[in-house]
């Protein structure tokens, strides 16, 4: 199993910006699939294998920080 990350998109919007989808990504920013949904995205990433990651707080993603993602 991989890790891959959740991430809703646009990215770098601030916090209560509206969400126009949600794309699942791996460790290097490439997009797997996107989603209307988070929970769609997290259902077909675990569906297809990966363990899916969560930021903790929207703005703060950095893949190279463990600290900032939740597995979903």
Known sequence: MSNVFVE????GKPE????EDFVVEDHVDHVLK???TQDEAVR???ATGHTPHIARVR??????KPDQWREA
């Open 8 to 11: 809703p998109r646009p990215k």
């Open 16 to 19: 209560g910006s509206p969400i």
């Open 34 to 36: 996107s989603f209307r």
């Open 44 to 46: 077909w990433a675990k």
């Open 59 to 64: 703005h703060l993603n950095d893949k190279k």
